[in-house]
């Protein structure tokens, strides 16, 4: 998640009522580590100020470490009970559709925990290199593309957000310094993997990177 993104994410929040939005599952929610060091603004914009509301904000992903709340695959009923008993009422799907090799399950899971009425957020890259975690499917859709996946709610806002280039990034968002990066694809036989996987990036020092936004309502 870029920083434009994590802005665009906090005012939409905002604007949602405590009584409509909490508790709030996140979906794919990685560590505290990568939410408070590695990409600060992310807890910074989006869940300090939900802790600042007195709010739940349930953390679940597949793999287990600090930070994540509940181990759990979506896609398993069991799972899926346990998830719903917690009766959320919205969810944040960021950055994880592009991802997945099948889309369609999960964002049909996310849809049948919340009540009618509940909101989905999901974000993720519009203009944007490849970034295998583990793999990318290159998914980058408009908000009204990724609306589709996920049958029964409403487009309530879209956004194709603006991050800028590699170059106007903060230096925590860049994580290397314009020379360390230039000096490090002059070396492509050192660590022959990593420089192949920053190859893709070198168009984005000019280009401008973006970012898709959503805010779905589920229909009753």
């Known amino acids: 998640m870029n920083l434009r993104e994590s802005l665009w994410i906090r005012e939409r929040l905002a604007r949602i009522p405590d009584a409509d939005l909490f508790p709030v599952l996140d979906v794919g929610s990685s560590t505290l580590d990568y939410r408070t060091r590695v990409q600060p603004w992310i807890d910074e914009n989006l869940f300090a100020p939900l802790r600042a509301r007195g709010g739940k904000v349930i953390h679940a992903d597949v793999k287990q470490a600090p930070g994540i709340d509940l181990v759990v695959d979506l896609l398993d009923p069991g799972d ?14 960021c950055n994880v559709l592009e991802h997945l090799p099948e889309r369609g399950p999960l964002a049909r ?14 974000t993720g890259p519009y203009r944007y290199p490849r970034h295998d975690d583990p793999v990318d499917t290159m998914f980058r859709p408009t908000p009204e593309e990724v609306a589709r996946e996920f049958p029964g709610t409403r487009l309530l806002e879209g956004a194709v957000i603006d991050s800028g280039n590699w ?54």
């Open 167 to 220: 170059r106007e990034w903060s230096p925590g968002e860049r994580g290397r310094s314009l020379g360390r990066f230039l000096a490090r694809m002059c070396l492509p036989l050192h660590r022959p993997a990593e420089w192949a996987r920053l190859v893709p990036h070198v168009p984005y020092l000019f280009r401008h990177m973006k970012a898709y936004a959503a805010v779905l309502r589920k229909t009753a």
């Open 80 to 93: 899926r009970a346990r998830l719903r008993s917690l009766a959320p009422r919205a969810a944040l799907v």
């Open 109 to 122: 899971a996310v849809v049948d925990l919340l009540p009618p009425g509940g909101h989905v957020v999901v």
